[in-house]
C-alpha cells in the first residue's frame, strides 16, 4: 500500500490528486471541508463560537459509542442496543442519583448497568451462539420495553446537585467536558485498535474467525471484551445525555443506533469486519453532525436530518469504491 | 460476425499488462486452434492467472491484440467475453449455490413462453440435452449447494455449451478431484475437443498435460517462453521452460533419521461422525505422511489433532503433555499448529499486510504489558521473509497480492515465528507450481531436519513417497495400514486407501 511518505512531492493540483489516492480518508475530509465552506457562505453564523461548541458537543455523544461501535464491527460484529440502552441508562443514573444524592454512585451505576447490557449481549452472542445482528435486536426490544415497566415517565432531576449538571454542560477551562470525554475515549481506542493486541486481534477476529482460532486466539473472549467496552461507552454516553437533558427520558435515544452505525460504515469501516479505523469513524460522526447542524442553522425542514444523511452515505461509499478502484488498477 | 474459417479460433498477440509496480504480462503471445487443447502452464505469478482473465474480461489489457476467428474483439467485461464464445472456469465455481442446476446453465437466456414467463419444463429438458451431448448425467432439477465440486465443474462447462462458446479456458480444474473425477473430466473435455472447441488447460500437474494436452505455452515472469506440441517435450524439458533451470531433485533430503523422542502421541481418537479409533506416534526429526482418497478423514484428523474440532474420546499428547482442554489455545501452547488445506478461508487475512499475516499467532511474544512491540515484530517478520525467501513487494503490501507459493510461506512462517513442536500441513502444495513446490518440500525438510515433528496429509502420490518417514494410509475414519517409506508403494498405498 502506498503510504504517504512514499508519495513523491509533485507540483499543484497533481499533488492532492496523489495525496487522495494515498488517503483512505480523503473523500470524507473533502466532503466535510466543502460542508463547512457552503453552509458558512449561506449562514455566517456557522462559525460562532457558540455553534461550533454544539456541533462538538453533539458530535461527542455520538463517537464515544461510535468507538465502541467501530471497534465491534471490526470484530465482525454489531450492537443495535445501544441506542435502547442509552435511554434505560438515563433513566438509571438519575434514579440512583436521586436516591443516594452521590452524583459517583449515579455514574457508577449508569456505568453498571450499560456494561452489564453489553455482557447480556456478549454472553447471548458467544455462548448461546446467537448472531449479534439478532441478539442485539432482541435486547433492543427487552430494553425498549423494559425502561417503562421502570418507570412510566421521565424521570426528574430531584437531586440539584450542581456537578451533575456540570458532565453535559460543564466546562474545563474552553473546552466542554463532553468533548473532553470523548477526545480521551477517541485517544484510548485509537492506541487500543493500533497498539495493542487486543486491537490486532481485534482486526485478525473479523478478517478471518477460523484463521484467529487456529492461531490459538481466545476468540470467545475477545468477542465478549468488544461487546462490554462498547456497553460501558454507552454508560458514559447515557450519563452525559441525561445531564443534557436534566432528566433521564425512557424515548431518549430512539435511532441513535442507526446515527451511530452511520457514522462508522460512513468512515470506511467494513460490515464484513477485518476492516476500519477510527479517524474515518470520526469523520463520519462530523459529516452527519455538520449536516445535522447546517439543516437546523438554514431553517431547512428538520425531516431532512435523516434524508440528507441517507443520500450522503451512499454517495461516500460510492466514492470510496470509485477512489480505491482508481488506485488498484 | 463474419470470420475466416482458417484463422485460429483465437490470437492474442503482444499482450501487456501492468499492475503498479509489477509487470504482470509483457509482450505474450497465444493462439488457440478449434478442437485442440492447449496448456498454459508456468510458475507463481508467472502471469498465467493475468492471462485468463484478461480473456475473461476481468482485466484489461494495457497493450497488444486480441483477434477472435480473425476479428479484432475487446473484452471489456465479462459479458463481453461471454458473448464473443469465450468461457472461463475458474478455480472457485461461480454456480449460485440456490439455484437448480437448469437454473444456472441458462441464468444468462432463461427460454421463455409466449408470455413471458420462464418455460421451466423447456429449460430442464435443454438442460438435460447438453449434458447428453458432455456425455455426463445430472440431474437438472438438483440444487447446486448439493453438488459434490466436481460435479459443479461439469455445470459450469455445460454453461460453456449453453453460450455457444468456441473457447473454453479451465484454471486448474483438478485441483480438489479425485482420481476417477478427474478421469471423468478428461473425458468430458475430449467430447469438447470433438465439438471442435478450443480448450485452454491452466495446471501445475504435468503428468496431466502430457495425458490430455495438444500444445503447451510455457511463461515465466510474466514472459512468453515456449509454445511447443507437447510431444516434443519431456517432463524435465517442460520443468527447465518453466523455471529456467533444471530441477535434479524435487524432493531433496538433507534431514537425518529421525529421533527417538516422541513429540507427537494420538491414542484411540474417535470423533462424532468420521475417525473411528485412530492412534499413531510422531517422533522429532520425522515425516510422517497420511495417505486416503478424498473423504478418507485426513482433514477431519488434521483439525481434531491441533484442537480445533471437539473429539469424543482418545488420548492426544504434545511433548508428552495431554492437550486438555481440548481447544486451539492449549494446542498452540503445548506446540501443535495447523497449515490448513484452504488457504483463502481458512488461513489467510487476504486483506491485511503480510507483516500481520504472518506474526498473528506470535503475537503475544512480541507484547509487553498489551502493547505490541512493533519494531521487534516486524524485524522478525522481515527475518522470516529474508530466510524463506518470500517474493513480495514489502511487508506492508496485503497478502492478497502474493502468488499462492509465496502465501504458504507467510502461512508456514506464522507457526515457525511461533515456535511449535509438532506441525501439521494438509496439503501443503494445493495450488502451487512446481517451483515453489520444490521450497515448500525443502523446507518441510528442514522443520524435520531442525527437530520438530511434521504430520502431512496428502493425496498427491508423488510428494508422499519423495517427503515422508513412515506413512499411514487412511479409509473411512480409520487408519487401514501404517509402513515406512521403504516398503511403500503406490500400489500397496492405493490398495489400502480403497480398503
Given at each position: 500500500?502506498?503510504?504517504?511518505?512514499?508519495?513523491?512531492?509533485?507540483?499543484?493540483?497533481?499533488?492532492?490528486?496523489?495525496?487522495?489516492?494515498?488517503?483512505?480518508?480523503?473523500?470524507?475530509?473533502?466532503?466535510?471541508?466543502?460542508?463547512?465552506?457552503?453552509?458558512?457562505?449561506?449562514?455566517?453564523?456557522?462559525?460562532?463560537?457558540?455553534?461550533?461548541?454544539?456541533?462538538?458537543?453533539?458530535?461527542?455523544?455520538?463517537?464515544?459509542?461510535?468507538?465502541?461501535?467501530?471497534?465491534?464491527?471490526?470484530?465482525?460484529?454489531?450492537?443495535?442496543?445501544?441506542?435502547?440502552?442509552?435511554?434505560?441508562t438515563?433513566?438509571?443514573?438519575?434514579?440512583?442519583?436521586?436516591?443516594?444524592?452521590?452524583?459517583p454512585?449515579?455514574?457508577?451505576?449508569?456505568?453498571?448497568?450499560?456494561g452489564?447490557?453489553?455482557?447480556?449481549n456478549?454472553?447471548?452472542v458467544?455462548?448461546?451462539?446467537?448472531?449479534?445482528?439478532?441478539?442485539?435486536?432482541?435486547?433492543?426490544?427487552?430494553?425498549?420495553?423494559?425502561?417503562?415497566?421502570?418507570?412510566?415517565?421521565?424521570?426528574?432531576?430531584?437531586?440539584?446537585?450542581?456537578?451533575?449538571?456540570?458532565?453535559?454542560?460543564?466546562?474545563?477551562?474552553?473546552?466542554?467536558?463532553?468533548?473532553?470525554?470523548?477526545a480521551?475515549?477517541?485517544?484510548?481506542?485509537?492506541?487500543?485498535?493500533?497498539?495493542?493486541?487486543?486491537?490486532?486481534?481485534?482486526?485478525?477476529?473479523?478478517?478471518?474467525?477460523i484463521?484467529?482460532?487456529?492461531?490459538?486466539?481466545?476468540?470467545?473472549?475477545?468477542?465478549l471484551?468488544?461487546?462490554?467496552?462498547?456497553?460501558?461507552?454507552?454508560?458514559?454516553?447515557?450519563?452525559?445525555?441525561?445531564?443534557?437533558?436534566?432528566?433521564?427520558?425512557?424515548?431518549?435515544g430512539?435511532?441513535?443506533?442507526?446515527?451511530?452505525?452511520?457514522?462508522?460504515?460512513?468512515?470506511?469501516?467494513?460490515?464484513?469486519?477485518?476492516?476500519?479505523?477510527?479517524?474515518?469513524?470520526?469523520?463520519?460522526?462530523?459529516?452527519?453532525?455538520?449536516?445535522?447542524?447546517?439543516?437546523?442553522?438554514?431553517?431547512w425542514?428538520?425531516?431532512?436530518?435523516m434524508?440528507?444523511?441517507?443520500?450522503?452515505?451512499?454517495?461516500?461509499?460510492?466514492?470510496?469504491?470509485?477512489?480505491?478502484?482508481?488506485?488498484?488498477? | 460476425?463474419?470470420?475466416?474459417?482458417?484463422?485460429?479460433?483465437?490470437?492474442?498477440?503482444?499482450?501487456?499488462?501492468?499492475?503498479?509496480?509489477?509487470?504482470?504480462?509483457?509482450?505474450?503471445?497465444?493462439t488457440?486452434?478449434?478442437?485442440?487443447?492447449?496448456?498454459?502452464?508456468?510458475?507463481?505469478?508467472?502471469?498465467?492467472?493475468?492471462?485468463?482473465?484478461?480473456?475473461?474480461?476481468v482485466?484489461?489489457?494495457?497493450?497488444?491484440?486480441?483477434?477472435?476467428?480473425?476479428?479484432?474483439?475487446?473484452?471489456?467485461?465479462?459479458?463481453d467475453?461471454?458473448?464473443?464464445?469465450?468461457?472461463?472456469?475458474?478455480?472457485?465455481?461461480?454456480?449460485?449455490?440456490?439455484?437448480?442446476?437448469?437454473?444456472?446453465?441458462?441464468?444468462?437466456?432463461?427460454?421463455?413462453?409466449?408470455?413471458?414467463?420462464?418455460?421451466?419444463?423447456?429449460?430442464?429438458?435443454?438442460?438435460?440435452?447438453?449434458?447428453?451431448?458432455?456425455?455426463f448425467?445430472?440431474?437438472p432439477?438438483?440444487?447446486?449447494?448439493?453438488?459434490?465440486?466436481?460435479?459443479?465443474?461439469?455445470?459450469?462447462?455445460?454453461?460453456?455449451?449453453?453460450?455457444?462458446?468456441?473457447?473454453?479456458?479451465?484454471?486448474?480444474?483438478?485441483?480438489?478431484?479425485?482420481?476417477?473425477?478427474v478421469?471423468?473430466?478428461?473425458?468430458?473435455?475430449?467430447?469438447?475437443?470433438?465439438?471442435?472447441?478450443a480448450?485452454?488447460?491452466?495446471?501445475?500437474?504435468?503428468?496431466?498435460?502430457?495425458e490430455?494436452?495438444?500444445?503447451?505455452?510455457?511463461?515465466?515472469?510474466?514472459?512468453?517462453?515456449?509454445?511447443?506440441p507437447?510431444?516434443?517435450?519431456?517432463?524435465?524439458?517442460?520443468?527447465?521452460?518453466?523455471?529456467?533451470?533444471?530441477?535434479?531433485?524435487?524432493f531433496?533430503?538433507?534431514?537425518?533419521?529421525?529421533?527417538?523422542?516422541v513429540?507427537?502421541?494420538?491414542?484411540?481418537?474417535?470423533?462424532?461422525?468420521?475417525?473411528?479409533?485412530?492412534?499413531?506416534?510422531?517422533?522429532?526429526?520425522?515425516?510422517?505422511g497420511?495417505?486416503?482418497?478424498?473423504?478418507?478423514?485426513?482433514t477431519?484428523?488434521?483439525?481434531?489433532?491441533?484442537g480445533?474440532?471437539?473429539?469424543?474420546?482418545?488420548?492426544?499428547?504434545?511433548?508428552?503433555?495431554p492437550?486438555?482442554?481440548h481447544?486451539?489455545?492449549?494446542?498452540?501452547?503445548?506446540?501443535?499448529?495447523?497449515?490448513?488445506?484452504?488457504?483463502?478461508?481458512?488461513?489467510?487475512?487476504?486483506?491485511?499486510?503480510?507483516?500481520?499475516?504472518?506474526?498473528?499467532?506470535?503475537?503475544?511474544?512480541?507484547?509487553?504489558?498489551?502493547?505490541?512491540?512493533?519494531?521487534?515484530?516486524?524485524?522478525?517478520?522481515?527475518?522470516?521473509?529474508?530466510?524463506?525467501?518470500?517474493?513480495?513487494?514489502?511487508?506492508?503490501?496485503?497478502?492478497?497480492?502474493?502468488?499462492?507459493?509465496?502465501?504458504?510461506?507467510?502461512?508456514?512462517?506464522?507457526?515457525?515465528?511461533?515456535?511449535?513442536?509438532?506441525?501439521?500441513?494438509?496439503?501443503?502444495?494445493?495450488?502451487?507450481?512446481?517451483?515453489?513446490?520444490?521450497?515448500?518440500f525443502?523446507?518441510?525438510?528442514?522443520?524435520?531436519?531442525?527437530?520438530h515433528?511434521?504430520?502431512?496429509?496428502?493425496?498427491?502420490?508423488?510428494?508422499?513417497?519423495?517427503?515422508?518417514?513412515?506413512?499411514?494410509?487412511?479409509?473411512?475414519?480409520?487408519?487401514?495400514?501404517?509402513?515406512?517409506?521403504?516398503?511403500?508403494?503406490?500400489?500397496?498405498?492405493?490398495?489400502?486407501?480403497?480398503?
Amino acid at each position: 500500500m502506498a503510504s504517504s511518505s512514499q508519495i513523491q512531492p509533485q507540483p499543484g493540483a497533481g499533488r492532492i490528486a496523489a495525496a487522495m489516492a494515498g488517503q483512505p480518508q480523503a473523500v470524507l475530509i473533502v466532503l466535510l471541508l466543502l460542508l463547512c465552506g457552503a453552509i458558512s457562505l449561506a449562514a455566517a453564523q456557522f462559525y460562532s463560537l457558540a455553534n461550533i461548541i454544539a456541533i462538538l458537543r453533539q458530535s461527542a455523544l455520538v463517537l464515544i459509542v461510535a468507538a465502541g461501535m467501530t471497534t465491534l464491527l471490526i470484530g465482525g460484529e454489531v450492537d443495535l442496543s445501544v441506542g435502547a440502552s442509552l435511554a434505560f441508562t438515563g433513566c438509571v443514573a438519575m434514579d440512583a442519583t436521586n436516591r443516594s444524592g452521590s452524583v459517583p454512585v449515579g455514574a457508577l451505576a449508569a456505568l453498571a448497568f450499560a456494561g452489564a447490557v453489553g455482557l447480556f449481549n456478549g454472553l447471548v452472542v458467544t455462548r448461546l451462539r446467537v448472531n449479534s445482528l439478532i441478539a442485539t435486536i432482541a435486547t433492543m426490544m427487552i430494553l425498549q420495553g423494559g425502561v417503562y415497566l421502570y418507570t412510566r415517565e421521565a424521570v426528574q432531576n430531584q437531586h440539584h446537585l450542581a456537578a451533575f449538571t456540570g458532565i453535559g454542560a460543564g466546562y474545563l477551562g474552553a473546552f466542554p467536558i463532553p468533548v473532553l470525554l470523548a477526545a480521551a475515549v477517541f485517544a484510548a481506542v485509537y492506541i487500543a485498535l493500533r497498539h495493542t493486541l487486543f486491537g490486532r486481534y481485534t482486526y485478525a477476529l473479523g478478517a478471518n474467525p477460523i484463521a484467529a482460532r487456529l492461531s490459538g486466539l481466545r476468540v470467545r473472549r475477545l468477542k465478549l471484551a468488544g461487546f462490554v467496552i462498547t456497553g460501558l461507552l454507552v454508560g458514559v454516553t447515557g450519563l452525559i445525555l441525561c445531564s443534557l437533558m436534566n432528566a433521564g427520558q425512557p424515548t431518549a435515544g430512539r435511532g441513535f443506533e442507526l446515527t451511530v452505525i452511520a457514522a462508522v460504515i460512513l468512515g470506511g469501516t467494513s460490515l464484513a469486519g477485518g476492516r476500519g479505523s477510527l479517524i474515518g469513524t470520526l469523520l463520519g460522526v462530523l459529516v452527519l453532525k455538520v449536516i445535522d447542524n447546517g439543516i437546523i442553522i438554514l431553517r431547512w425542514n428538520q425531516d431532512f436530518q435523516m434524508v440528507v444523511p441517507g443520500v450522503v452515505i451512499v454517495a461516500a461509499t460510492w466514492l470510496d469504491t470509485v477512489r480505491v478502484r482508481r488506485r488498484a488498477v | 460476425m463474419l470470420s475466416d474459417p482458417h484463422s485460429p479460433a483465437l490470437a492474442m498477440q503482444g499482450i501487456g499488462k501492468q499492475f503498479p509496480g509489477v509487470v504482470a504480462l509483457a509482450d505474450v503471445d497465444l493462439t488457440l486452434t478449434g478442437g485442440q487443447v492447449h496448456a498454459l502452464i508456468g510458475e507463481n505469478g508467472a502471469g498465467k492467472s493475468t492471462l485468463i482473465k484478461i480473456l475473461a474480461g476481468v482485466y484489461q489489457k494495457d497493450s497488444g491484440s486480441i483477434r477472435i476467428g480473425g476479428v479484432e474483439a475487446e473484452l471489456r467485461t465479462p459479458r463481453d467475453a461471454l458473448r464473443l464464445g469465450i468461457k472461463v472456469v475458474f478455480q472457485e465455481i461461480a454456480l449460485i449455490p440456490e439455484f437448480t442446476v437448469a437454473e444456472n446453465i441458462f441464468l444468462e437466456r432463461h427460454p421463455v413462453n409466449r408470455i413471458g414467463s420462464i418455460a421451466w419444463g423447456k429449460l430442464r429438458a435443454d438442460a438435460k440435452a447438453l449434458f447428453d451431448r458432455l456425455g455426463f448425467a445430472v440431474d437438472p432439477g438438483a440444487r447446486a449447494r448439493d453438488l459434490p465440486i466436481s460435479t459443479q465443474q461439469m455445470v459450469e462447462i455445460a454453461r460453456a455449451l449453453a453460450h455457444e462458446a468456441r473457447i473454453v479456458v479451465m484454471d486448474e480444474p483438478t485441483s480438489s478431484l479425485t482420481p476417477k473425477e478427474v478421469a471423468l473430466l478428461f473425458t468430458v473435455i475430449r467430447r469438447l475437443k470433438s465439438l471442435g472447441i478450443a480448450v485452454v488447460y491452466v495446471s501445475h500437474k504435468l503428468d496431466e498435460i502430457f495425458e490430455i494436452a495438444d500444445t503447451v505455452t510455457v511463461l515465466r515472469d510474466g514472459r512468453h517462453i515456449s509454445t511447443k506440441p507437447v510431444a516434443a517435450h519431456t517432463q524435465d524439458s517442460l520443468i527447465q521452460d518453466m523455471i529456467g533451470r533444471r530441477i535434479e531433485f524435487l524432493f531433496p533430503r538433507a534431514r537425518g533419521p529421525a529421533r527417538s523422542d516422541v513429540l507427537l502421541s494420538v491414542r484411540g481418537l474417535s470423533t462424532k461422525d468420521k475417525l473411528r479409533d485412530v492412534s499413531f506416534e510422531v517422533r522429532a526429526g520425522e515425516v510422517f505422511g497420511f495417505f486416503g482418497l478424498l473423504g478418507a478423514g485426513r482433514t477431519e484428523l488434521a483439525k481434531a489433532i491441533v484442537g480445533f474440532d471437539p473429539i469424543r474420546s482418545g488420548e492426544i499428547a504434545i511433548g508428552g503433555q495431554p492437550l486438555r482442554p481440548h481447544d486451539t489455545r492449549t494446542g498452540v501452547a503445548l506446540g501443535i499448529g495447523l497449515l490448513t488445506e484452504d488457504r483463502k478461508t481458512e488461513g489467510l487475512m487476504l486483506e491485511q499486510s503480510v507483516q500481520h499475516n504472518m506474526s498473528l499467532a506470535a503475537l503475544g511474544g512480541f507484547a509487553v504489558a498489551g502493547f505490541v512491540q512493533e519494531a521487534r515484530e516486524r524485524s522478525a517478520v522481515q527475518g522470516f521473509v529474508d530466510r524463506l525467501r518470500v517474493r513480495t513487494p514489502g511487508l506492508d503490501r496485503p497478502i492478497r497480492d502474493l502468488s499462492g507459493g509465496n502465501q504458504q510461506k507467510v502461512l508456514l512462517s506464522r507457526w515457525l515465528l511461533r515456535g511449535l513442536k509438532v506441525i501439521v500441513v494438509d496439503e501443503p502444495t494445493r495450488g502451487i507450481d512446481v517451483g515453489a513446490k520444490s521450497e515448500i518440500f525443502a523446507l518441510i525438510d528442514r522443520l524435520a531436519g531442525e527437530g520438530h515433528a511434521v504430520v502431512m496429509m496428502t493425496s498427491e502420490m508423488p510428494e508422499l513417497l519423495g517427503l515422508s518417514d513412515r506413512i499411514a494410509v487412511m479409509a473411512n475414519g480409520r487408519i487401514t495400514a501404517t509402513m515406512p517409506r521403504a516398503d511403500a508403494t503406490q500400489e500397496g498405498l492405493l490398495s489400502a486407501a480403497i480398503a
